[in-house]
C-alpha cells in the first residue's frame, strides 16, 4: 500500500511539469503577440487637445482623448447648476496638465465650457 501514492506522484509530477511548461509558453506567446498599442496611452496629446470643443460631452470627450482623466474639483453653483474639472496628463509637458471643466444644467449631461493648459 506504501507503494501506491510514491507511483502516483511520480507519474503526476512529469504531468505538472509538463503542464506548467505549455502554460507558460502560452502566457509567453500572448504577451508576445499583443499590439503596442494595447497598452493604454494615458496622455493627451496637443492635437487631441486642439480637438476638444465646447459642448462636447463627457463620453464624446473620452473618445476623442481616449481615457476619462482624473477627477479634479466638484463645485455645485445652485440646485440646477453644476461645474465638474477633471485633469489630463499633457504628452509633451511634464509641468502642464489639460483642465477641462464641465457644467450639467438641471441634471443634464455634462458638456464642456472650458478647456485650459495649467501648471501641476
Known amino acids: 500500500m506504501s507503494r501506491t501514492p510514491h507511483v502516483l506522484v511520480r507519474l503526476a509530477r512529469p504531468v505538472a511539469v509538463a503542464l506548467c511548461l505549455v ?3 502560452l502566457v509567453v506567446g500572448v504577451a508576445a503577440t499583443a499590439p503596442a498599442s494595447a ?7 496637443n492635437a487631441e487637445f486642439v480637438k476638444v470643443k465646447k459642448g462636447m ?12 482623466g482624473r477627477f479634479h474639483q466638484r463645485l455645485v453653483v445652485s440646485q440646477d447648476y453644476v461645474i465638474v474639472k477633471r485633469r489630463y496628463r499633457l504628452c509633451a509637458s511634464r509641468t502642464k496638465v489639460a483642465e477641462i471643466g464641465y457644467v450639467s444644467v438641471q441634471g443634464g449631461p455634462y458638456k464642456v465650457t472650458r478647456k485650459v493648459k495649467v501648471a501641476r
Not at 39 to 45: F, G, I, Q
Not at 58 to 68: A, D, L, S, Y
Open 23 to 25: 502554460l507558460s509558453t
Open 39 to 45: 497598452a493604454p496611452d494615458r496622455c493627451v496629446s
Open 57 to 68: 460631452t463627457v463620453p464624446r470627450v473620452k473618445q476623442v482623448v481616449g481615457f476619462n
